[in-house]
C-alpha cells in the first residue's frame, strides 16, 4: 500500500491511498469465502458453491463489503503511523474495485489546528469593581415586593389607563380576512408593556369594560413574519375585564412571608449580600470576556467546521428546551433548522476558539487538571444540588460529561494564571 498525505489546510489533511490488486483480491477472496458459507442457492450445497454463480449473484455486495473492509483498515492504519489526530468522521472518495488494477481512495479528516499561543502573559486590563447602595437594596425590594402583588377586579367604571392589566378578546383583518394568529380569547395584556403589536396597546387606554372597539395599526417593515410586515391590520377588540396590580406594605406582616427572616433590617442585609454576589459574578463574567475578546484579535487561527457544527447543535438543543419550558412547541424542520444554525454560527465558532486557545494556553504553561480535582468539583455540585455524591457521578459519567467538568476546571486555571500575569487596574462603577 502506498499512502500520500497532503495539508489542504490548517485544519483539513488529504490522505491518498493506492492499494495493490494483490491485497484487493485477497479482500475479495475472503469476502466471497464468507458469502459462500451462508448463501442458499437451489441446486448447490452450502458452503459449496462455484465461484462464479457467487459472483455472478453476489458481485456488487461483495464488492461493497471488499471496499468498506480496505477502507476501514489502511485508513486507521494512515491515521497511526502519520500521527493524524482525526477530530470528525472522515469524507471518502473511491471508484469501486476494477479486476486486476490497484484501488485506489482518498479520505479527507479535520483535525485539531496546531496553535502556538501569544499575548496572554503581561495583558493590560480593567476589572469592574461594583457597590451596592441603599438605593440598589432598595430598588431590589420593590422587585420583592412586586412578586408578593395581587391582581384586583377595577370596581369603579372608569376607562383603562397605563399599567393596567386588561382582560380582551380580539381578531385581526388583513384586507378583510382574518388571521388565525392574530385572534385569541380572554388574553390578559399589561397596557403598557410594550409587548403587543406597536401602536396597540396606546389605542386601549381610556377604553370602558363590555366594550368593543376597531384598532388599526400598521405592522412594522421588520415585523418577524414577513408575509404581513408593513400590512395594515385591522383589530376588533372586545374589553372584558379590567384589573389593576396592589403592592403589599413592607412592614411586619409582609415579612411573616418569609421564615429566614425575623426583621425587614435581616431581610434587606440579604437582599444586599445577594446583590454584592450577583455583583462579583457580573465582574467576573466581564472580565473574562475581556480577556477572551483580547487573547482571540491577538490568536488568528482557523477551527474545524465539525467542532463549530457541533457546538451549533448544543445550542439549538438548549434553546429548543428552554422554549418547551415555556410550553413553545418544538420545531424542528430544516428551514427552522438552518434560521438557528444561521443565528448562532458566529458566536459557536468563538466558543470553539476560546475553547481551543486555552487549552493550548494550559498545555504551554504545563496547567493540568487532577482527577482529585474533578472528584472535588462533584462533590461541590452534589451539594449545591442536593444530590448524591454517587449518583451523580454516575450520571455525569452515563452523558460522557466528565470531560466537561474537567475543561471547565481547567479553563478556571488559565484565566487565573492570566490574571495573576496581568496589569489588572480595578474601576469602581
Known amino acids: 500500500m502506498a499512502v500520500k498525505v497532503e495539508d489542504v489546510s490548517p485544519v483539513k489533511k488529504k490522505i491518498l491511498f493506492d492499494i495493490s490488486w494483490l491485497e484487493v483480491k485477497k479482500e475479495l477472496d475472503t469476502v466471497y469465502k464468507n458469502v459462500g458459507k451462508k448463501a442458499k442457492i437451489k441446486g448447490f450445497r452450502q458452503g459449496r458453491v462455484p465461484r462464479d454463480i457467487l459472483e455472478s449473484l453476489y458481485k456488487e455486495h461483495a464488492e461493497d463489503e471488499a471496499i468498506s473492509n ?66 440598589d437594596v432598595e430598588t431590589r425590594l420593590e422587585e420583592v415586593r412586586d412578586m408578593f402583588s395581587t391582581m384586583e377586579e377595577v370596581e369603579v367604571d372608569r376607562g383603562v389607563s397605563d399599567g393596567d392589566f386588561v382582560v380582551i378578546d380580539f381578531e ?47 405592522l412594522p417593515d421588520d415585523y418577524h413574519a414577513k408575509n404581513l410586515a408593513g400590512e395594515e391590520v385591522v383589530f376588533s377588540v372586545t374589553l372584558k375585564n379590567i384589573k389593576e396590580k396592589k403592592l403589599p406594605e413592607i412592614d411586619d406582616k409582609f415579612i411573616k412571608n418569609f421564615d429566614k427572616y425575623e426583621s425587614l433590617d435581616d431581610l434587606k442585609k440579604d437582599i444586599k449580600k445577594t ?6 459574578a457580573r465582574a467576573n463574567s466581564a472580565f ?36 418547551a419550558m415555556r ?7 430544516p428551514e427552522r433548522y438552518k434560521e438557528f444554525y444561521d443565528h448562532y454560527k458566529d458566536e459557536a465558532a468563538k466558543i470553539v476558539r476560546t475553547t ?19 472528584e ?44 495573576d500575569k496581568a496589569k489588572v487596574e480595578i474601576v469602581k462603577k
Open 172 to 218: 385581526g383583518l388583513v384586507d378583510g380576512k382574518p388571521l388565525k394568529e392574530m385572534k385569541a380569547e380572554n388574553y390578559l395584556l399589561e397596557v403598557g408593556s410594550e409587548r403587543f403589536v406597536p401602536g396597540f396597546e396606546e389605542q386601549l387606554i381610556g377604553m370602558k369594560k363590555n366594550t368593543t372597539e376597531q384598532i388599526r395599526i400598521k
Open 275 to 280: 446583590l454584592e454576589e450577583e455583583n462579583i
Open 376 to 419: 472535588d468539583k462533584i462533590r461541590e455540585l452534589a451539594q449545591l444540588r442536593g444530590q448524591n455524591y454517587d449518583s451523580l457521578k454516575e450520571s455525569l459519567e452515563s452523558g460522557n460529561m466528565i470531560e466537561d467538568i474537567r475543561n471547565e476546571i481547567l479553563n478556571t486555571k488559565v484565566f487565573d494564571f492570566i490574571e
Open 70 to 135: 480496505l477502507v476501514n483498515r489502511y485508513y486507521w492504519e494512515a491515521l497511526k503511523e502519520n500521527k493524524i489526530n482525526a477530530v470528525a468522521q472522515p469524507h471518502i472518495d473511491q471508484n469501486g474495485i476494477e479486476s486486476e488494477k490497484n484501488f485506489s481512495f482518498t479520505a479527507i479528516v479535520e483535525v485539531e489546528p496546531i496553535i502556538e499561543p501569544t499575548g496572554y502573559v503581561g495583558l493590560e486590563l480593567e476589572k469592574e469593581k461594583y457597590e451596592v447602595k441603599d438605593s
Open 288 to 323: 473574562k470576556g475581556l480577556i477572551i475578546e483580547k487573547l482571540l484579535k491577538s490568536n488568528q487561527f482557523e477551527v474545524p467546521q465539525s467542532f463549530v457544527n457541533r457546538q451549533v447543535s448544543y445550542m439549538i438543543a438548549d434553546t429548543q428546551r428552554r422554549m
Open 356 to 374: 481551543l486557545l486555552l487549552k493550548n494556553i494550559g498545555e504551554k504553561e504545563s496547567i493540568s487538571v487532577s482527577d482529585q480535582e474533578i
Open 327 to 333: 410550553g413553545i412547541k418544538r420545531d424542528e424542520t
